[in-house]
C-alpha cells in the first residue's frame, strides 16, 4: 500500500467532502466549485450563502481523534486557505464580494460512517 502523499486524499477525507457538500445543499447553498487548487493549496469547497461567498474548509477526524478536526485548522493554514482565496476571486473575475471561511467538522467511526457533522460558521477571518 502506498503511502499518501501530498495532494493524495485519504478515504476519510474523501468521504468528508462528499458529506460537507451535502450539508452545504441541505443548507440552501449552491456550490460552486469544489476542490480549486493552486500554488497555495486546494480550497476545498467554494458554496455561495446568498450574496456571501463561504470558502469551506473541511476536516475528518476518526471519532478516537486526540485533537478536534477544527485544530488542524492552524493559522498558517488559515493565511493559505486566504492566499487560495485570492486566486479564486482573481480567476473568477470577482471584486467586490463578500467572503465567509467556515470550517466543516466530520467525525467517522472506525468503519468509515459518520458519526458526526459539525458547521463552524465565520470560522476565521
Do not use: W
Request: hydrophobic share 40%.
Amino acid at each position: 500500500m502506498r503511502e499518501r502523499g501530498r495532494g493524495m486524499k485519504s478515504t476519510s477525507g474523501i468521504l468528508g467532502e462528499v458529506e460537507a457538500a451535502r450539508l452545504a445543499r441541505r443548507k440552501g447553498y449552491q456550490i460552486l466549485r469544489s476542490n480549486f487548487t493552486c500554488r497555495y493549496g486546494e480550497l476545498d469547497l467554494v458554496v455561495a450563502d446568498g450574496d456571501t461567498l463561504v470558502i469551506m474548509e473541511v476536516k475528518t477526524r476518526l471519532q478516537n481523534a486526540l485533537y478536534t478536526p477544527a485544530e488542524a485548522v492552524t493559522r498558517q493554514k488559515q493565511e493559505r486557505i486566504k492566499l487560495a482565496t485570492n486566486v479564486f476571486l482573481a480567476a473568477q473575475q470577482l471584486d467586490d464580494v463578500q467572503v465567509r471561511f467556515d470550517v466543516v467538522e466530520v467525525i467517522m467511526d472506525e468503519a468509515f460512517e459518520v458519526v458526526s457533522v459539525n458547521h463552524l460558521e465565520d470560522a476565521f477571518r
